[in-house]
Each structure stands twice: as structure tokens, then as C-alpha cells.
């Protein structure tokens, strides 16, 4: 009994409050003495957000130092862990050293080492040591150092010559290097990129990223290609609120004279320079404007300026996106939408980069819209909406216009043999109206006069759906029937000078159809015939489509193309899609497509071929065939090597146009990947012809986690192959 009292004594006085906080020690057996309390045998010490296990330890109640001995771990709210074999912490100056020293970071699972490590609040300072995030035996990488410095509220960790080691080969030295261990933005250094070719020489990138504020950060991406140029591109993103966000692009390269005097083909401008905002706002109204409107209000902004395309194609190194398109189009899109109105305006600028000035080329600026959205009236069965849009097709030179359009579409719709027939009939009133203005037009003996042209056509519709379920499926099957009826049309001006010729669709290039936007309305039906199949869990096994044009125009051809569609489930992993075009006139298919895709055991395997006929091309220089072929494949053989493959083929050409082979090694704490790249571009020969040029790189790819990221669209080291030219 008297043990039993003493032992409750014992424990009650290493309850006591230290440093206003409450230490608790457990042990199997423990003596005092005085204000010293000694603990042997399976010891655990728990305070604050700290559970501390030890073979002894000794606790000076009237210094706060507490001493532990042999096998210590120590956890620090589950998200780091320390081991060592000695260690004195003081739990009112929160003062704590270890030796030797080892701390696990559970979240990054990173873990450093060292002879000794003394502690203070969340500062962490240790003397020579290492750190890895690999298996502590026999790491595959790790950096040694003389000192470091860690603090555990920020998680960032300061390393003083620093060696790095490939298992025990030393690689390269640095004085310094600072990480953070967590994912919270920091001004510092991004990984670098680098490349090789034989036309650039060596390419280095080294990122440099500022976070000093949590509403916005900038990175500045300086670049050198050794044989080509420099540069320097930066990236500044902000948050304003916490309905909008925004990022302005700006960069600029400059070609060194001796590469551009080394190229068969010159470039156009020996800098490239360009910018770019984007701005996306959820509730501008509101916002803006201080207002409380219950709909909802937004902004696009995605505008940008450039002198010409390698501007894009020089802001990295990731050759496998080249840009060729020589078109730069600018939009700002602005609404109001209720759940009965919708207000907009949309402005865009087209930069055409082949031509000198971009004054004749056509802008909108701005086209507004209104839209009223699907009514009804008597009981559902009177449809109506009500579309308005005006467009100010712009630009400096030669004719301009204003073009206003109506749309108003009224259905009367009911059913019939107790619903099982579905019936409609709609009413389509259209209006276009033309105002031109600026110069006279340069198209000779032609000028613009205003006008408007006026139409109503009918449509006629009858639909059915049926639904039975079996025992192990259902089956849906659908026919729709729809004709539509052109009625009358009414035009004046523009309209009655040029509708006869822009009609046709071999005048489309026209320059008098420039600003000509009517489609044509012809008197036609088509029959449309669905079915799908659904297992027992309504996941969808089989989806099949119909689909014939029958057309009653006076010299056209009576039937249109017949459209099959097929997207059959075969197993669970096992799919196929269809989807093909017959023309009887030509007695052949126009188009046919095929995809199987099949995803199982690792293994993501998507082939498809595609076969084109295009009639428009019959009986001109062009090819009227387009036969390419498809194929992706990815393949994780266990969770460390992955494989993938890419290969685009086009028949007709007899050309590779895109292919990659390539595999990755995924570690704990390290990938490695090497692929090797084709791509066929087309360019412009030294006498102006067209060509093409077949691009070959290799890319290698090392990532250190997690100091690095793996990204597969950034290899570390890129290594340009010397082009091979073909016609």
C-alpha cells in the first residue's frame, strides 16, 4: 500500500505545470529526489503538441530541463519525427539539443541528419550532416553539408556547403541552398531547364519566382541559347478579389546577327517581342458597381500583341509545342445573365502577323447580344424565344457595316395516341439588317448600299421514344422526322445585289460575298433513328444513330448522306466508336472513323483511323483523300517503370507527322525518364515553296522529390537532333 502512495506521489509532482504548461511522465519505474524525478524503463513524456518516448530520463522540476536517454523518438503533431540517443530540452526557454540528430518530415518525407541539432521555439540549427528524401539505407541521392538551418513553422531549410551525391559520388558543390519542405509560394529559384541543338547550341533557363505578397507573385524567365540569342520572358499573376483573378505575359528575344546570317530561310524580325493579359471576373456588376442585382454578371478578358509567332515559340523549350498559326486573336467578353434574359458584348481583334499592317483586316468591334430565353404559353404548348445580336464588322480601310440579326422562333407543340407521339410546328421569322459606312469600296464597278433581307421558313416535326426493360438490360429506341419548308423571303440594297451570286457556294471567295453572312434555307427532311442499350445499373453499354437528308430542291441531288454512329461498350474496359458518311451518288464513303480504346492492367491503348473523300476537291490540283492513322499508348508495368508511345501517320503523304517512344523510372524520392520525339512541320523553302521539316529531339527528364516536380510537359535536359528536310 505504501508503494502504491508513493508511486501516486511520484506521478502527481510530474504533473506539475512547467512553463505554464503541463508535463506528463510515464514510466515503469521512477524515483524522486528532491526537485529531480527519474524515470527508467519504457519512459513517455507528452507536452504541449509533443509525445516523446525514451530508455530513461531525468526531469529537474525547478529548471524546466528535462533529459532523455538511449532510443529516442520524438513526434511533433504527427508531421515530423525525431530520433537521437541524447537529448536535453528545456520546456520553459523551449530550448532542445540532440546528439546525434535525426528528424523525419512525415508530410514531405524528407529526413535530415546530423552530429548534433539544438532547437529554439521553431528555429532548428544542425552541424554537419546529410539530408534525403530516400530510404535512410543507402540513399540514391543526398546532399551533405557542414551546417543547416530548419525552421518547422515555415518548413524551409537552409543548407551550408552543400555537396550533392549520387549514391557516394560526389556530383557538383554549392555554398548555399535553400528548399521548402511544404508547398506555401516563396520568392526563390525554379528548376532550371536545360537543352542542346546543333543550329542554338547549349539552352539554359533558370526561373526566378517573387512571392511577397499572397495576392500576386511574378516569375522572370531569363534564357540564353549560346549559338542564337537571349531573352527574358516574365509571368505576373494576381488576385484582386475573391470573384476575379488576372496575369499579364511579357517578353522579348533578341536573334544574334551570326544565326540569323547562318539560316537558308531569314525570319522575319531579328527581335521578337510580345504581351498578353488575361482577366476573369465572376461578379463585376456587383463589384464594380456597388450593386445588388440577383443575376449573374461576368468579364473575359484575354487580349495580347505580338510582332510574330516565335515570340510564343521562344518562350520555352518545349518543342512539342511549336506554334505555326500566323493569326492573334484578342476577345473581351462582358454579360448579364437572369433566368430570363441574357445582355452581352463581345469585341474581338483578329492580328494577321503575315501582313505588314493589319488595317484591312475585319474586326467586330463590339457585337452586342440580347437573348430571351425558351417561354411558354397555353399550358406549354406555345414555345417561343427571342435572339438579337449587332455586330460592327470593322476595320481602317475600305467598306465597313453595322450587321443587326433577328431571330424569332415560335413552336406549337403537343402529343398525340396518349403521348407517344410527339409533335410540333415551328415558325423560324429572321431578319438581317446591313448599315455601311467608311470608305468607298475598292471593288471595281461594285459599291455597298444598306439593305435588309427578310425570311420565314416552317419546320414540321414528329418524334417518338420507347423504353423496355429485360431482365439483364434496357433497350431505348427513338425516331424523329423533321421537315423544314421554306416559305418567303423579302430584300432590298446589298442583299438584292449579291444574294444570287454568295449563294452559291463556289463564290464563296468572292470578294463581293466578303460581308455576306446569310446561310441558305433549302426545302428538305431528315430522318433520325437512336437507340441506346443500358445494363442493369444504367450504365450505358451501346449508343447508335441514323441519320438521312432527303432534299426536294429542284436540281439537287434527292438523297444526302447517309450518317451512321456507333459507340458500343464491349466490356468494361473494351470500348469502340464509329461514325461514318455514304454518298450514293459517288457509290462510296466520304468519311469514315473508327476509334477502339481499351484501358485495363495498366495499359491505356487508343488507336484510330480516319478515311476522307472530299468531293468539293474532285477534279482540282488538291487531293479529294485523307487517310490518317492514330495511336496512343501508356503502359505502367509496376508502380516504378512506365512506358508510353505516340505515333501519327499520314497515308496519303507517306509521312511520320508525330511520333514519341519513351519510359519513365519512378522512385520514392526520384524519377528518371527518357523519350525520344519526331515532328513534322511545314515550312517555306529558300525559292518560296512549300515544304517540310521533320524535327527530332530527346528528352531527359530527372526529378528529385521534392526538391523537384514532375512534369511531363518540362524535361530537364532537351537535345535537339540535326532536322531532316523533306518535300
Not at 529548471?63 to 538511449?70: A, G, H, P
Request: charged share 20%; aromatic share 16%.
Amino acid at each position: 500500500m505504501f508503494k502504491f502512495f508513493l508511486f501516486f506521489l511520484i506521478f502527481l509532482s510530474s504533473c506539475l505545470y512547467a512553463a505554464s504548461s503541463k508535463v506528463e511522465v510515464y514510466a515503469s519505474k521512477m524515483d524522486t529526489n528532491g526537485s529531480i524525478v527519474m524515470a527508467n524503463g519504457e519512459v513517455t513524456v507528452i507536452y504541449n503538441d509533443y509525445f516523446l518516448t525514451a530508455s530513461r530520463a531525468i526531469y529537474n522540476r525547478s529548471t524546466s530541463d528535462l533529459e532523455l536517454f538511449d532510443n529516442i523518438k520524438i513526434n511533433y503533431k504527427g508531421n515530423y519525427k525525431l530520433l537521437g540517443e541524447y537529448a536535453r530540452i528545456n520546456l520553459e526557454k523551449k530550448e532542445k539539443v540532440f546528439k546525434p540528430f535525426y528528424m523525419l518530415d512525415t508530410s514531405s518525407e524528407v529526413w535530415i541528419s546530423g552530429l548534433s541539432g539544438e532547437s529554439k521555439d521553431t528555429d532548428v540549427d544542425i552541424r554537419s550532416g546529410m539530408v534525403s528524401g530516400c530510404n535512410p539505407i543507402d540513399p540514391m541521392w543526398k546532399m551533405a553539408f557542414t551546417s543547416s538551418d530548419y525552421n518547422t513553422h515555415s518548413k524551409w531549410l537552409n543548407l551550408y556547403n552543400a555537396r550533392f551525391y549520387f549514391y557516394d559520388i560526389p556530383i557538383f558543390y554549392t555554398p548555399y541552398f535553400g528548399y521548402s519542405l511544404d508547398t506555401t509560394r516563396r520568392t526563390g529559384l525554379l528548376m532550371p531547364s536545360l537543352g542542346i541543338s546543333q543550329a542554338e547550341g547549349l539552352y539554359y533557363e533558370q526561373p526566378i519566382f517573387i512571392a511577397e505578397y499572397n495576392w500576386w507573385d511574378l516569375e522572370l524567365k531569363p534564357q540564353i541559347r549560346t549559338d542564337r540569342g537571349n531573352g527574358i520572358y516574365s509571368k505576373f499573376r494576381f488576385v484582386d478579389s475573391p470573384v476575379s483573378k488576372g496575369e499579364i505575359n511579357v517578353g522579348f528575344f533578341n536573334e544574334y546577327d551570326s544565326y540569323l546570317n547562318s539560316l537558308t530561310t531569314g525570319l522575319k524580325n531579328k527581335q521578337h517581342y510580345g504581351a498578353s493579359l488575361k482577366y476573369e471576373n465572376t461578379d463585376i456588376l456587383n463589384q464594380w458597381f456597388n450593386t445588388d442585382l440577383q443575376g449573374q454578371s461576368g468579364l473575359y478578358v484575354d487580349i495580347g500583341h505580338m510582332n510574330d509567332v516565335e515570340y510564343i515559340n521562344l518562350s520555352s523549350n518545349n518543342a512539342q509545342d511549336q506554334v505555326t498559326s500566323n493569326q492573334v486573336l484578342s476577345r473581351i467578353n462582358t454579360f448579364y445573365n437572369t433566368d430570363n434574359h441574357y445582355v452581352a458584348a463581345y469585341f474581338k481583334y483578329y492580328q494577321d502577323l503575315e501582313q505588314e499592317t493589319n488595317e484591312d483586316v475585319l474586326q467586330q468591334l463590339p457585337n452586342l447580344h440580347y437573348h430571351y430565353y425558351l417561354d411558354t404559353f397555353l399550358k406549354d404548348h406555345l414555345l417561343y424565344s427571342l435572339d438579337v445580336q449587332s455586330k460592327n464588322i470593322f476595320r481602317r480601310v475600305d467598306t465597313n457595316v453595322i450587321q443587326t440579326d433577328i431571330n424569332l422562333p415560335v413552336t406549337l407543340q403537343g402529343y398525340l395516341f396518349d403521348e407517344y407521339l410527339n409533335v410540333s410546328y415551328k415558325a423560324n421569322l429572321y431578319m438581317q439588317h446591313s448599315a455601311f459606312r467608311g470608305s468607298v469600296s475598292s471593288i471595281p464597278n461594285f459599291d455597298y448600299t444598306d439593305g435588309y433581307f427578310l425570311r420565314n421558313y416552317h419546320t414540321l416535326s414528329a418524334s417518338t421514344q420507347l423504353t423496355k426493360a429485360f431482365d439483364d438490360f434496357i433497350h431505348v429506341v427513338g425516331f424523329t422526322a423533321r421537315y423544314n419548308r421554306f416559305d418567303q423571303s423579302a430584300k432590298t440594297g446589298f442583299y438584292d445585289d449579291v444574294s444570287d451570286l454568295c449563294s452559291q457556294e463556289e463564290n464563296q471567295n468572292d470578294a463581293r460575298c466578303e460581308l455576306y453572312s446569310i446561310n441558305a434555307v433549302d426545302d428538305e427532311a431528315y430522318l433520325d433513328f437512336t437507340q441506346y442499350f443500358y445494363d442493369t445499373s444504367a450504365n450505358e453499354i451501346l449508343y447508335h444513330r441514323l441519320s438521312q437528308k432527303l432534299s426536294y430542291e429542284t436540281g439537287a441531288d434527292k438523297l444526302g448522306e447517309l450518317e451512321n454512329e456507333l459507340d458500343y461498350k464491349v466490356t468494361k474496359y473494351l470500348s469502340y466508336y464509329n461514325n461514318m458518311f455514304y454518298n450514293y451518288q459517288e457509290h462510296r464513303f466520304t468519311k469514315v472513323f473508327n476509334s477502339i480504346n481499351y484501358n485495363n492492367y495498366g495499359l491505356n491503348l487508343n488507336i484510330s483511323h480516319l478515311f476522307k473523300y472530299d468531293i468539293a476537291k474532285v477534279n482540282t490540283t488538291d487531293d479529294p483523300f485523307t487517310k490518317y492513322l492514330t495511336a496512343s499508348l501508356e503502359y505502367d508495368y509496376d508502380r516504378h517503370y512506365s512506358f508510353s508511345a505516340v505515333y501519327n501517320y499520314d497515308f496519303e503523304l507517306s509521312k511520320l507527322k508525330t511520333g514519341s517512344i519513351g519510359f519513365m523510372y519512378k522512385k520514392r524520392c526520384w524519377d528518371f525518364g527518357v523519350k525520344y520525339s519526331e515532328n513534322t512541320r511545314p515550312i517555306l523553302d529558300s525559292n518560296g515553296d512549300a515544304s517540310s521539316v521533320n524535327d527530332r529531339y530527346i528528352f531527359v527528364s530527372v526529378v528529385l522529390k521534392p526538391f523537384m516536380k514532375s512534369d511531363p510537359n518540362n524535361a530537364l535536359v532537351e537535345y535537339k537532333l540535326p532536322a531532316k528536310e523533306s518535300n
